[in-house]
């Protein structure tokens, strides 16, 4: 709360009354979480030996450059490697 908004700690019942909601969102996180496919290394020299990378990229070579173009990617230093498509 603090971080959010430093005002409802000044509401007497404030934590008690957003516990249940804070638990349900945590909870269908968790869940949304467990629902994802299994994290893949998607690099050209993992292509050959991957149905679903052959299905999104026509040759390894073309990984490379769709790598290097993801904004997000950059400032983590990954534009060599990514690990999951989305």
Known sequence: ?????PRLKLLPTCQKRLTPAVATTIEFLRAQ???LPAVRPVS???WSAD???R???VAPSDIPPVIRN???LIPHGLTE????IV
Do not use: D, E, H, K
């Open 51 to 53: 149905p679903a990378l």
């Open 1 to 5: 709360m603090t971080l959010t908004n």
């Open 33 to 35: 979480a467990r629902a």
């Open 55 to 57: 299905a999104f990229f």
């Open 44 to 46: 050209s020299t993992s």
């Open 70 to 72: 993801v904004a997000i």
């Open 81 to 84: 490697r990514a690990f999951q």
